[in-house]
């Protein structure tokens, strides 16, 4: 049982480490890959199969490969194992909403609209077309108008038609 609620915990943990290597990374230093993500799509386009954004999910999947490993044959180290099921798991939650239903990369929706992922849809769609919060995506939390005055934040981007 420890291990499924070590795997449930990362899973959960993912969400609020997602959106600050969001925020801080991907709108940092990494926006040199990261523009490629929120490129206006024109009308009648499809979405790019890949972009130069997708380095990050490789890199973030070789960092999970590297703790499965390390987890499955290290001595004192097997908590990495439900750890890393729990992240893959955020993961693939992740790609299945962002990637595969409000971007249509794979087109297996066929243009049908679930209510329960348009909501994350139309929170998405506010971080294309403001450039600043929300950067969570299963739980994305909405910032005050006031918050984001203070903090000074701006577009940094052109924002995509979704």
Sequence with gaps: ????????????????????????????????????HHRRVKPGES???????D???????????????????????????PIGVGVTGYGAAYALVHDVYIHQRLGWFGGRRLPVFEQLAAAHRRHHDEGGAPYGMLVPL?????????????????????
Excluded: K
């Design 1 to 36: 049982m420890r291990p499924v609620l070590i795997a449930l915990a990362a899973f959960v943990a993912m969400e609020p480490i997602t959106a600050l290597v969001h925020r801080a990374v991907m709108h940092g230093a990494g926006m040199v890959l990261h523009r490629s």
């Design 47 to 53: 979405p790019r199969r890949l972009e130069a954004n």
């Design 55 to 81: 380095v990050f999910p490789v890199v973030f999947a070789a960092v999970v490969m590297l703790g499965l490993a390390v987890g499955f044959n290290v001595d004192g180290w097997s908590v990495l194992v």
């Design 142 to 162: 909405p910032v005050r108008r006031a918050q984001v005055a203070r903090s000074g934040s701006r577009p940094s981007h052109e924002p995509v038609e979704s």
